[in-house]
């Protein structure tokens, strides 16, 4: 079991960051593979980016790439995703995800654990 609990959330202007974190506990946190999802009003949770256990490998869904970086701190037990150049599509709610294998990571529906999710807000 893993639990997650994503903070960092908030309210920017269009071009602004932020930085996303997500703490992860539970006997099995050292060998989980990362991730983030987010989901707008009346959209699909869709795949943002994936970090792999040791850190070695990364994923980035194309909007993304080059704006977001995710990270993590093993010592900390927490995975962090920064946010640059933010724009009004970024909005939506912001999950962190987990799962023992790299191949299901990025993919929705076989995800093992979910965050409760954290609010962005981006506004024009």
């Known amino acids: 079991q893993a639990q997650l609990v994503e903070s960092g959330g908030g309210s920017v202007q269009t071009g602004g960051s932020l930085r996303l974190s997500c703490a992860v506990s539970?006997?099995?946190?050292?060998?989980?593979?990362m991730g983030w999802f987010r989901q707008a009003p009346g959209k699909e949770r869709e795949f943002v980016a994936a970090i792999s256990s040791g850190a070695l490998n990364t994923n980035y869904e194309n909007s993304v790439k080059g704006r977001f970086t995710i990270s993590r701190d093993n010592a900390k037990n927490t995975v962090y995703l920064q946010m640059n150049s933010l724009t009004p599509e970024d909005t939506a709610v912001y999950y962190c995800a987990a799962d023992l294998n790299w191949r299901d990571i990025a993919t929705l529906r076989l995800v093992d654990f979910w965050g409760q999710g954290t609010q962005v807000t981006v506004s024009s």
């Open positions: 539970g006997r099995t946190s050292s060998r989980l593979h």
